[in-house]
């Protein structure tokens, strides 16, 4: 595998972790842990990307890096 396969096969194991943790009652979708997770897992695959020049996931993965930063911002609020 190639460098840009392996930053997006760890990118998109922590957005799977982050999900399968939620449903499976692990941790809460609010949780900073969940947010973490989705933050650097989708900067990961958008990196992965870029790096192979694939637009359609260039744009999904950084749409859900700035929501899950959105997220950590909300979260930040509450937590002060």
């Given at each position: 595998m190639s460098v840009a396969d392996w930053i997006g096969f760890l990118g998109v194991s922590q957005i799977l972790?982050?999900?399968?943790?939620s449903v499976l009652g692990k941790i809460s979708?609010?949780?900073?842990?969940?947010?973490?997770?989705?933050?650097?897992g989708a900067?990961?695959?958008?990196?992965?990307?870029?790096?192979?020049?694939?637009?359609?996931?260039?744009?999904?993965?950084?749409?859900w890096t700035l929501v899950s930063v959105?997220?950590?911002?909300?979260?930040s609020k509450h937590s002060i």
């Open positions: 972790l982050a999900y399968a943790l979708p609010n949780s900073l842990l969940f947010i973490l997770l989705n933050i650097i900067a990961m695959a958008c990196l992965a990307s870029v790096l192979i020049n694939y637009w359609p996931f260039i744009i999904l993965e950084a749409v959105y997220s950590l911002l909300k979260f």
